[in-house]
């Protein structure tokens, strides 16, 4: 009997043992490159309910993908056995991270147990597995706790059948396993109990790099405004909201509101970060999330954070532990020497972190999780795809970086990277594309990336040598990464709202209408072009777009109009702008829906400028669910060129009319969302008239805005479409990997890439 999925590292072999022994059988078990195989011998009817067993009882961390059995001639054996590992080519998968189980969780809080207060316990149904893995099969010697030998004690629990660590490869106690120290920023340890100490400089408001999973976080008490003020200045962080880290769902709904989906996202293995909406009320300190609606909370992750927060804490700050725009840190002498100017002191054991891994991000949208970031959790676990492929590694675009490596019909999304904007970034990406093909043993036959010819991910595919690569538009691999993972083939329309994707015609693309598969698409209607005025610039100063916006209605007298926006903008700036509008100076044409957001967050005075990416709309999105619903507001639809073209000219005018007549922001602020949500919906209802397409699959970073999005699908529904979005992958560009794959795999069919 062969078994493939996720059964190594999850207890599956001991699992078998004990079941096989249940059920009389003799036989073994033993890991291989492709799974788990097994031999087993017996009375038909034992090993009928053997194999039923298997599957329906199987380890809460198991995930079975395929399971084979095939008669032989029995072999004599006269009792059932663990084997060595080996055999089989290496097709195995590995288990995510988990957070500590409910079994150890008592041991770790009991006194008179041997792992009391223990910040490393584990067993077969909890712990570090990927992050630790350096080779398969999931053996101990190829994971980072090779360097501990076992103690008589622990030893004896791995080999017991009827232990739960029996074949835990991170078991460990204090007598044996890694041990925490704490130190101060010039590295001489910190006298007393570790714990101890770290708890008492988070009370004295210091800051204190704490070692985790997947990497370090920068922990200060969450109710220390003046502490939390100090982290955002060493982190250079201006406004960003920062992590929160709370014991248990109990000191949650002290300072956010919970629903039912949110508490089993957060009370999962996983351990994601989920957004909140706050309580009115609450006494975490302002500085946290600055304008902005929602808490980013997660619950203990590891058992040191369970130790850290019980009875200590209502909540701490746990962000990254890295300087913004940098990957976070891992490896214990860079995060010395990178976070020494901001941490005061660092909490660190001696067990190494092999993958960096950061934060999962997810918010709850029509009672299914929404991903904004996939991460620790949830990675390496594969998403199935519509069909088997060749091999392909994917390397996303430049924003929110992640790859993907495909194997058979399985895809595997790497953790997020961040921002492939500097050295760092983009050497994390490289380490990440080698540890992968090493676990999943994949050795690519193409290399898919993005259609940008200036992106650090883009110059990287190019480099490798030997091997193929294949440019794919930005937006056609976000349509193809949304139906990948609804298991799509066909023509499907998607509608794609994002904020930068090199367009085939050289523009600057975002508001998207494509008409397509995975092998090639049409681009059946888009926004209107409209000026970027400053190019990269008008990204970080959203006050441009609004600028560029009114200008045409209004040309130069736009700066006649009292609106905050235009006022902070000087004589000479001012003549500087409008003369790049009106010669086409440094001004790009862009169908940005990302852009759209920030023009009419600047014009209702939400953001004129941001601190980082997504602020203008994230606030925008704040302000309108504060809102009152209301007419929609004017657009225009025309068609040029063979596709449809939304003009949002008339609703920037119709808004800006209505906010100095005294109309309250909020309200307008709902209503443009309204009206871009009715604005698509009427594209799609016409591209169905001539295309007899009636699927509609939504991606692109602006669908993390949950107000657009329920918006979108209420009308689109209601109007008999069919509509997909994504649930497994995140919509912004932590998806694009997946997408960029599966055009790959199936660029070899004989169809074009791309129709424009």
């Known amino acids: 009997m062969e078994i493939e999925g996720i059964v190594q590292g999850v207890g599956f072999r001991p699992f078998i043992y004990r079941l096989a022994d249940k059920h009389r059988l003799r036989g073994w078990v033993r890991n291989t490159g492709r799974g788990v195989q097994i031999e087993a011998e017996g009375e038909p009817e034992d090993l009928a309910s053997f194999r039923k067993a298997i599957s329906s009882e199987a380890p809460p961390l198991a995930v079975i993908t395929e399971l ?70 999931y053996d101990r010697p190829l994971t980072t706790m090779a360097p501990f030998a076992m103690c008589p004690a622990c030893r004896a629990e791995y080999d017991d059948p009827a232990s ?21 920023a010039v590295e001489t340890d910190v006298a007393g109990d570790p714990l101890d100490g770290t708890v008492r400089l988070l009370r004295e408001g210091r800051i204190v790099a704490v070692k985790g999973v997947g990497g370090y976080h920068l922990a200060v008490d969450a109710g220390n405004e003046e502490a939390v003020r100090e982290l955002r200045r060493r982190k250079q962080r201006d406004e960003k909201p920062f992590a929160l880290m709370a014991s248990d769902l109990e000191e949650i709904t002290g300072f956010a509101l919970l629903d039912e989906t949110e508490a089993r996202l957060l009370s999962g293995t996983e351990r994601p970060i989920a957004l909140l909406r706050k309580k009115e009320g609450n006494t975490i300190a302002t500085s946290v999330a600055p304008a902005n609606g929602y808490f980013g909370v997660m619950l203990p992750a590891t058992p040191l ?156 595919a190019t480099r490798i040598p030997g091997i193929s ?13 949304c139906m990948a993972e609804n298991g799509l083939d066909g023509e499907t329309l998607g509608v794609i709202f994002d904020g930068t994707g090199y367009g085939l015609d050289g523009a600057i693309w975002g508001g998207e209408f494509l008409l397509g598969d995975y092998r090639g698409f049409r681009r ?67 169908s940005s829906c990302g852009r759209l957001f920030d023009a009419a967050a600047a014009i209702l005075g939400v953001r004129s400028r941001i601190s980082y990416e997504g602020q203008a709309a994230i606030e925008l999105e704040a302000l309108a669910e504060r809102g009152m619903p209301g007419a929609p507001l004017p657009f225009a639809l025309s068609a040029e060129d063979d596709r449809l073209v939304v003009d949002f000219a008339p609703l920037f005018r119709t808004m800006t009319e209505e906010l100095l007549a005294g109309v309250p922001a909020a309200n307008l602020a709902r209503r443009f969302h309204a009206t871009v949500a009715l604005a698509a919906a009427t594209v799609c209802d016409e591209v169905r008239k001539n295309s007899g397409v009636n699927r509609v699959a939504l991606s692109g970073g602006v669908f993390q805005n949950r107000l657009l999005s329920e918006e979108m699908v209420t009308l689109l529904r209601a109007r008999g479409f069919d509509v997909c979005t994504h649930r497994l992958v995140p919509p912004n560009d932590g998806g694009l990997a997946l997408g960029q794959a599966v055009i790959a795999g199936w660029s070899n069919a004989p169809f074009p890439q791309s129709l424009r």
């Open 68 to 137: 084979r059995c095939s008669e032989q001639v029995p072999a004599g054996e006269t009792g059932f056995a663990i084997l060595a590992s080996g055999g089989g080519e290496s097709r195995a998968m590995i288990s995510p991270d988990c957070d500590v189980c409910p079994d150890c969780l008592a041991e770790l809080f009991d006194s008179t147990d041997r792992r009391y207060r223990y910040p490393f316990i584990n067993c077969t149904n909890c712990g570090p597995r990927y992050s630790i893995i350096t080779g398969i099969p």
């Open 305 to 460: 954070h369970h130790l850290l927060l019980q009875g200590n804490f209502s909540a701490l700050v746990m962000t990254s532990g890295n300087v913004t725009d940098e990957p976070i840190a891992f490896r214990d002498d860079e995060a010395r020497s990178r976070l020494a100017g901001i941490a005061d002191a660092f909490l660190i054991h001696d067990r190494e972190i092999y993958a960096r891994l950061d934060d999962s991000v997810v918010r709850v949208f029509q009672g299914n999780p929404l991903f904004l970031r996939r991460s620790r959790g949830y990675v390496p676990r594969g998403v199935l795809l519509p069909a088997p492929q060749r091999s392909v590694l994917a390397v996303g675009g430049e924003l929110k970086a992640a790859v993907c490596l495909t194997r058979g019909d399985q895809g595997f999304l790497s953790q997020h990277i961040g921002d492939l904007k500097n050295a760092a970034n983009l050497a994390s990406l490289e380490e990440t594309v080698v540890h992968m093909q090493r676990l999943l043993d994949v050795k690519p036959e193409v290399v898919a990336h993005d259609l940008h010819p200036d992106y650090l991910s883009t110059a990287y």
């Open 164 to 184: 739960r660590r029996f074949h835990a490869q991170p078991n460990a106690c204090p007598v044996c396993g890694p041990r925490l120290r704490l130190s101060a």
């Open 524 to 590: 059946v209607g888009q926004f209107s072009y409209v000026s970027l005025p400053g190019g990269d610039a008008a990204v970080r100063e959203p006050f441009r777009m609004a600028i560029s916006w009114l200008h045409r209605t209004y040309g130069a007298k736009l700066f006649d109009l009292s609106l905050p926006c235009l006022a902070e903008v000087g004589e000479t700036e001012r003549g500087i702008l409008l003369r790049m509008l009106e010669r086409g100076l440094n001004s790009p044409p862009t």
């Open 469 to 481: 690569t294949l440019a794919v538009q930005h937006h056609h691999a976000h349509l193809a990464s």
